[in-house]
């Protein structure tokens, strides 16, 4: 059987599971996580074959998080006369402050349902898109024994909950001062949990079990989430946002389980396909 290259090929290896690698601090984490979302875009931008799958969802999500802030923009009127007290009720420095987290919670909720709606319509698509991404990494895509029938109903699920998010990020925006931090965390943990379900759910995780993935990867799924929840309303970078999204989810995944990053040479990795796909023909052998 041919051999794989080896580390001083310039090949990373993975580390034997007995051996525990050293973690960084919380916040560089974080930045970690972050970075797989610039990761994604720019992965996107370096290699236009995927453009293809990337257009639906991307005009997808452009028109549902413009349509998303827009009614949040005109429910605002409403909210104030049926949610806030009234004038006099409160002292003025906190009516600013109640009228401010009902903006900002409004204007957001608003974004995270559109980003949701266009998910779970583009599913199909962005899940082809997650697994031609990681065939490009890792060669060999994870196949679970439920095939893709499986995989897309776990994807569903994911916007379903992705989906319930948007209500969950107003009403915490409502509560003074901490509600507005909150509202946002709980909005970077919806985007971090969606956007990763389909390599994790390739992998054999259900629901439950993506879940704890995210506990365990608490830092990196919040910086991915935070940057993807900022990048909704910056224009320009809100058009490439849902494949990007996709795309980075799958680049941190492989990261994390595997400890794989995209080849900064491509000659590196026909190397890798050669060496695997002879070492496949002489095992059938």
Request: net charge neutral; proline share 8%.
């Amino acid at each position: 059987m041919a051999e794989l290259p080896s580390e001083e090929d310039g090949f990373a290896v993975l580390p034997p599971a007995e051996l525990r690698r050293h973690r960084p601090g919380f916040l560089r984490r974080m930045a970690a996580g972050a970075w797989h979302l610039l990761s994604g875009f720019w992965f996107l931008i370096r290699h236009p074959s995927f453009w293809p799958l990337a257009a639906l969802p991307t005009v997808l999500a452009v028109l549902c998080i413009l349509f998303g802030i827009a009614l949040g923009a005109f429910a605002i009127p409403w909210l104030e006369t049926h949610v806030l007290p009234g004038r006099g009720k409160v002292a003025a420095g906190v009516g600013i402050l109640l009228s401010l987290a009902l903006y900002l919670g409004t204007l957001l909720a608003g974004a995270v349902a559109g980003l949701a709606v266009a998910m779970l319509v583009s599913a199909p698509i962005l899940e082809r898109l997650s697994r031609r991404v990681e065939a490009y990494v890792r060669v060999h895509v994870v196949e679970h024994p439920g095939g893709l029938k499986w995989e897309i109903a776990q994807a569903f699920r994911g916007a379903l909950y992705f989906l319930l998010a948007a209500p969950v990020v107003l009403l915490l925006s409502l509560i003074p001062l901490l509600g507005p931090p909150l509202g946002l965390l709980w909005g970077a943990h919806s985007v971090a949990f969606q956007q990763t379900d389909m390599p994790l759910a390739r992998r054999g995780m259900d629901f439950g079990q993506r879940r704890a993935w995210h506990r365990q990867y608490r830092p990196e799924s919040l910086g991915f989430g935070l940057v993807g929840v900022i990048f909704l309303f910056v224009p320009l970078a809100n058009f490439l946002v849902a494949p990007a999204l996709t795309v980075g989810g799958t680049l941190m995944v492989l990261e994390l389980e595997e400890d794989l990053v995209p080849p900064d040479r491509p000659e590196r990795r026909e190397r890798v396909r050669s060496a695997v796909a002879e070492g496949s023909s002489e095992a059938t052998e």
